[in-house]
């Protein structure tokens, strides 16, 4: 991690801020396309340097998105006010809705988010967002269909693990009137990234960039990956934190194209 700040020139008091201007100068200092003039092997070295600048970036901006560490006093004082809230929380009949839907609790934390999962049975927040073919798609466009929002990232491990399975459903009851929408977090993506990743996977579904974070917001996706569907009535009825399981997923996708048409 020292080196990763030595590279950046930064020290570990660095805000958010201060990271994303260092990135941006060091990326620049290292655009292949400034060295193209003196040969492909330059090229190829500014190509090798962006990437490890690429891995020192987001393993710094995890570290700047954590919290802060607690002394081991606080920490146990913490641990223990945990305890007591989640007893309590069973003792009301909380705590089961709450945990319901979180389908494998594999997932990545990402670097901002609101509240954790939407409450069930809310109007999806309407959205218009570029898609990675270069036109724009909303959730207006699905009116009337059954509609999975994932949103994701290329390097959010089950997110990859599961996207698989998002291909297998929406090709399985596309002709029922259901899509898969893939929500790219772009702001803490590269885009090259993002359209590579996409032909490889052969991914079948739309894929949006949500180039400023908004629309992960708008649905509190705090956690990578989550994914919220929707019925035909534009409402939210599940959502899934974490990697989905496929076999859920598909009962609950059935229930409704079966049960709406």
Known sequence: MNNAYELFNLTPDATREELEAAYAKKREAYNPDRVTEFGAEFAELATQRRAELRAAYLSLRSALAAPPRLEEADERRRDRQTMWMLAILVCIGILV????????????????????ALAEAQQAPGFAMESIDGGLVSLADYQGDVVLINIWATWCPPCVREIPRLVRLHEQFGVQGFAVLGVNTAWQDERSDVESFVRSRGINYPVLLDTDGGVSQAYSGRLLPTSYLVDRDGKIVNTYVGEIDEAQLEEHIAALVETDQ
């Open 97 to 116: 809705p709450l945990t319901r839907d979180i389908a494998v609790p594999d997932r990545t934390v990402a670097a901002e988010g609101a509240d954790l």
